[in-house]
């Protein structure tokens, strides 16, 4: 799918990977909306020229009202980029007790449960678009999602089940001219990384094989920008970490 005539929702387009996705995609031609629950969206997207909805990923109507906003703005969806997602952490079995169930379903609730809601109405609009390629959904997983750490249980459930999923929603998708690929990212420099100490951002930098750095959120980018523009990639979850292999 060619970028410069597409029209995209990123959600977690405030921040982050979806800021950064959202911002090369622009370069690149796109339209686009950007979908966030914060109200610092609201600039983000002035700044690179995108419309902005008020969304929570994990709610129905939200969602919903945010996929008709994007629709009448843009004229329709070729590509849902989902990058809203939290990471919360705690142990199964912490000093405090047990892991509180309502923090465990928080996570999935948001980045499984909060993408798939995404991603089928985004998928309704594309399968209107009436053509060879109708859309391309791209999913955020994580190195999480196959060697999660400690503390990680319910993250790395979350993204277990996004890689889990591709599959699946490829086949499911087919007779639509949909593909979807999932993007499994290492450590990235972002507002979610960038809120921890320097000596822990750099301990985490050491542990990645090469280059010893955060990655970049505009290589994250890149790697979405590629997966719209090959026709062939489907059903796929893509690793972007430097080969770390999380201890
Ligand atoms: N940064 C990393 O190193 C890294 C690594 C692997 C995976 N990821 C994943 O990439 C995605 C983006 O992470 P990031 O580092 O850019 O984080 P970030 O915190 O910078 O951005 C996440 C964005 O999601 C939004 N969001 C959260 N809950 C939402 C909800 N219910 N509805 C709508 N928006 C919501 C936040 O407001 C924020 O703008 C996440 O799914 C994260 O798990 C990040």
Redesign the pocket.
């Given at each position: 799918m060619d970028l410069s005539n597409a029209r995209a929702i990123v959600?977690?387009?405030?921040?982050?990977?979806?800021a950064a996705t959202a911002e090369l995609f622009r370069q690149r031609g796109a339209q686009v909306t950007v979908?966030?629950?914060?109200e610092?969206?609201q600039a983000a997207a002035n700044a690179i020229g995108a419309h902005f909805a008020r969304?929570?990923?994990?709610d129905e109507a939200s969602v919903a009202a945010a996929i008709a906003l994007a629709v009448e703005r843009m004229g329709g969806i070729d590509i849902c980029v989902n990058?809203?997602?939290?990471?919360t952490a705690g142990k199964t079995l912490g000093r405090e007790g047990p892991l509180a169930l309502d923090s465990f379903r928080r996570v999935i609730e948001?980045?499984l449960i909060?993408s798939f809601n995404v991603l089928r109405l985004a998928a309704a609009e594309m399968a209107k678009n009436g053509r060879e390629e109708n859309g391309v959904i791209v999913n955020?997983?994580?190195?999480?999602a196959f060697d999660g750490q400690a503390g990680q249980a319910a993250?790395a459930a979350s993204?277990a089940a996004i890689a889990g999923m591709n599959l699946p929603i490829a086949r499911d998708l087919a007779r639509n001219n949909i593909r979807i690929c999932a993007i499994?990212?290492?450590?990235?420099g972002?507002?979610?990384?960038r809120g921890l100490p320097q000596e822990v951002q750099d301990s985490l930098a050491a542990e990645v094989t090469n280059p010893k750095r955060?990655?970049d959120?505009a290589e994250y980018a890149r790697l979405a920008a590629f997966i719209v523009e090959n026709g062939y990639m489907n059903g796929e979850t893509i690793r972007i970490d430097g080969a770390l292999r999380m201890r």
């Open positions: 959600t977690g387009g405030a921040s982050g990977l979806g979908l966030d629950r914060d610092a969206g969304t929570d990923v994990t990058c809203a997602g939290v990471a948001i980045n909060g955020t997983a994580s190195v999480a993250y993204k499994a990212p290492g450590i990235f972002t507002p979610m990384l955060l990655g959120p």
